[in-house]
C-alpha cells in the first residue's frame, strides 16, 4: 500500500486551502447602489437575453490571457528554491503568492495532465475526436444555412449544447468520471506541493507580494 509522509501531506492539505484563498480574493462585491441589467427580452425571437453574460472571457481571451501569465519554466522548476516552510502562516503566504504568480504555469499542468488522460484512454479519445467533429460540422452548416426548429432559430452555441448533451451516454461510457477526478486529484496535489514548498519569496520583492495578496 502507497502511503504519504505526514508532511507532505499536511503540506498538501495547507497549500489546497490557500488555493480556496486565492479563488476568494479575486472575488469583488459590488457595493454602488446600483441596479443589475435587467432581462431583456431578444428580438430575434430566440428567447432572452442577459446583457450581463456578455462580460463573460471568450476561450481565445482566457488562453490569451493564460499565455501572458505564463512565467519562464526554469523559474517555475528552479530547484534552489524549494524550501520547506517554517510555520503554517509562512505556508499560507507562500502558496497564495504561488497560485497568483505562477497561474498560467499552472494550468499548463493541468491541460498536460488532462492531455495524457486522453492519450492514454483510447475510447474517450475517440469519444471527445467524434464530439469535435461533429460541431465542426456543424459550424459549416451554420456558415451556410441557419438551422431552425419551426419558426425558431437554433445558434451555434444550442447546437453545440446538443452535442453536448448527446455525447453525455458516450462519455460516460467510456469512463469520463474516473478521468475527470483523477485530474483534478493529480492536479491539486502537484499544485498544492509545488504552491507549498516553493519559495516565491526569493523570486519577487516583498512589495509585489503585498500586491499580490490585497489585490482583488
Not at 452535442?163 to 492536479?187: D, E, H, K, N, T
Request: aromatic content about 12%; charged content about 15%.
Amino acid at each position: 500500500m502507497f502511503l504519504i509522509h505526514p508532511n507532505i501531506f499536511k503540506v498538501v492539505v495547507y497549500a489546497s486551502l490557500a488555493f480556496i484563498v486565492a479563488i476568494m480574493t479575486d472575488a469583488a462585491i459590488d457595493m454602488s447602489g446600483e441596479l443589475s441589467a435587467p432581462i431583456i427580452m431578444d428580438k430575434t425571437g430566440t428567447g432572452f437575453t442577459y446583457p450581463g453574460l456578455n462580460r463573460i472571457p471568450s476561450l481565445q481571451d482566457f488562453i490569451k490571457s493564460s499565455k501572458e501569465r505564463i512565467r519562464p519554466w526554469s523559474t517555475f522548476i528552479n530547484t534552489s528554491n524549494f524550501k520547506a516552510p517554517p510555520n503554517l502562516s509562512r505556508l499560507l503566504k507562500r502558496a497564495v503568492n504561488n497560485i497568483k504568480y505562477f497561474q498560467g504555469n499552472y494550468i499548463v499542468i493541468s491541460i498536460t495532465l488532462m492531455a495524457y488522460c486522453l492519450l492514454t484512454s483510447p475510447l474517450l479519445l475517440l469519444s471527445v475526436f467524434a464530439s469535435l467533429v461533429a460541431c465542426y460540422l456543424l459550424s459549416l452548416r451554420n456558415a451556410e444555412k441557419k438551422m431552425q426548429f419551426g419558426n425558431k432559430e437554433i445558434t451555434l452555441h444550442q447546437q453545440y449544447g446538443i452535442v453536448g448533451l448527446c455525447s453525455l451516454p458516450l462519455y460516460y461510457w467510456a469512463g469520463v468520471g474516473q478521468v475527470v477526478f483523477w485530474v483534478i486529484g493529480a492536479s491539486c496535489f502537484v499544485i498544492s506541493l509545488h504552491a507549498g514548498t516553493y519559495n516565491i519569496e526569493e523570486v519577487i520583492p516583498p512589495e509585489d507580494q503585498l500586491t499580490v495578496l490585497l489585490q482583488v
